[in-house]
Nanobody
């Protein structure tokens, strides 16, 4: 079973940047679609992005488009989430998830799509 571990979170000022990493225990992750989710205190977990393996295309939710970018380094079995122009409302626990499908389905924002989940990393953006 693939194990995922998110890291790279921290405290940053508004307007700053962070790079999150989602490291996998097995290279099979390089054939799986990988998504990032986040959960702010008192709120439901919400999808942020999904990286397809077929064409390396990435889907993003509207509120991060133009600010967040997801990419992968297959040699390291790792998927990244680059976050720029961070806002206080981006404060949340960020987690990565993987689907055994190699592409992001139309319902990629649904948690039920994903087979593997990693522990999250906390991102706090101060104003």
């Amino acid at each position: 079973e693939v194990q995922l571990q998110a890291s790279g979170g921290g405290l940053v000022q508004a307007g700053g940047s962070l790079r999150l990493s989602c490291a996998a225990s097995e290279s099979m992750i390089n054939e799986y679609a990988v998504a990032w989710f986040r959960q702010a205190p008192g709120k439901e977990r919400e999808a942020v992005s999904c990286l397809s393996r077929t064409d390396r295309a990435t889907d993003y939710v509207d509120f991060v488009k133009g600010r967040f970018t997801s990419s992968s380094d297959n040699a390291k079995n790792t998927v990244y989430l680059y976050m720029d122009s961070l806002k206080p409302e981006d404060t949340a626990l960020y987690s990565c998830a993987a689907s055994e499908f190699n592409f992001c389905a139309l319902n990629w924002a649904s948690e039920s799509v994903y087979d593997y989940w990693g522990r999250g990393t906390q991102v706090t953006v101060s104003s």
